[in-house]
C-alpha cells in the first residue's frame, strides 16, 4: 500500500486480557515507531526500530508492553493483561533511513479496555 | 534528556486573526525541530520543520536558540487551519526518535 497501515482500526477489550495491535510500514522505510496518543498526554513515545539495530524500547511503560519487528517490516505491539489505563489510540510511524526525518503515520488503533 | 513543552491546550481565534502556538524545548545541542498536525478524521502529517525554512500554509516557524523556543505563526487564520497541533523535536540525523509535545487544539471561528 501507499501509507502505513494499521490493525485492527478499533479493538475493545476487557480489563486482563491480552491484545495485539499490527503495523505495516511503508515499504522501504527502515524506521519504525509505536506512540500512544491520549487525550492530555499528546503523543507518548513508546518504542523504535531502525534497521538491525537494538531497538530503544525507553519509552514502554510497563513490562507488560512488548513490540517485535519481523523481517525488518511488519511490527505487533503486544499489550498483556490490559488495564483501563492503556485505552488510548496507538499510533505507527515509519520513517525512509537517510531521509529528511519526516514520520509517516498509519491510522491509528483505538484501544478500549473495559 | 529532550523535552518538548507547548503551554496551552487550547487556542481559539476568529477567522482572519493572527495566530501563534507556542514551543519550547529542552536539548543539550542542536536538535531538529518540527511541526505536526492532525486535522479531524486525518492522519497525522508533517506541516514544517526548521532545516527547511519554508512556509507551508501560511505558516511559519522561526528557531530561537536563545530562548529554546519554535513557535509557529500564521498571520491570518482560516477556518480550515483549525486541528490538533504537535511540536516535536529530534537528536540531529536520521536515526534519532522524536519527541513530541503534547498538543494543542487550534480552534479558528468564522
Known amino acids: 500500500g501507499a501509507g502505513v497501515s494499521q490493525s485492527p482500526s478499533n479493538k475493545v477489550t476487557e480489563k486482563g486480557k491480552d491484545v495485539e495491535l499490527r503495523c505495516d510500514p511503508i515499504?522501504?522505510?527502515?524506521?519504525l515507531y509505536w506512540y500512544r496518543q491520549s487525550l492530555g498526554q499528546g503523543l507518548e513515545f513508546l518504542i523504535y526500530f531502525q534497521g538491525n539495530s537494538a531497538p530503544d524500547k525507553s519509552g514502554l511503560p510497563s513490562d507488560r508492553f512488548s513490540a517485535e519487528r519481523t523481517g525488518g517490516s511488519v511490527s505487533t505491539l503486544t499489550i498483556q493483561r490490559t488495564q483501563q489505563e492503556d485505552s488510548a489510540v496507538y499510533l505507527c510511524?515509519?520513517?525512509?533511513?537517510?531521509?529528511?526525518?519526516?514520520?509517516?503515520f498509519g491510522e491509528g488503533s483505538r484501544l478500549t479496555v473495559l | 534528556a529532550q523535552r518538548v513543552t507547548q503551554p496551552e491546550k487550547l487556542l481559539s481565534v476568529f477567522k482572519g486573526a493572527p495566530v501563534e502556538l507556542k514551543c519550547n524545548y529542552s536539548?543539550?545541542?542542536?536538535?531538529?525541530l518540527f511541526w505536526y498536525v492532525q486535522y479531524s478524521r486525518q492522519r497525522l502529517q508533517l506541516l514544517l520543520r526548521?532545516?527547511s525554512r519554508e512556509s507551508i500554509k501560511g505558516f511559519t516557524a522561526d528557531l530561537n536558540k536563545g530562548e529554546t523556543s519554535f513557535h509557529l505563526k500564521k498571520p491570518f487564520a482560516q477556518e480550515e487551519d483549525s486541528a490538533m497541533y504537535y511540536c516535536a523535536l529530534s537528536a540531529p540525523g536520521a536515526n534519532s526518535k522524536l519527541t513530541f509535545g503534547k498538543g494543542i487544539t487550534l480552534s479558528v471561528r468564522p
Open positions: 515499504s522501504g522505510h527502515t524506521a
Open positions: 536539548y543539550s545541542g542542536s536538535p531538529e
Open positions: 526548521h532545516i
Open positions: 510511524a515509519s520513517r525512509l533511513a537517510g531521509g529528511s526525518g519526516e514520520l509517516f
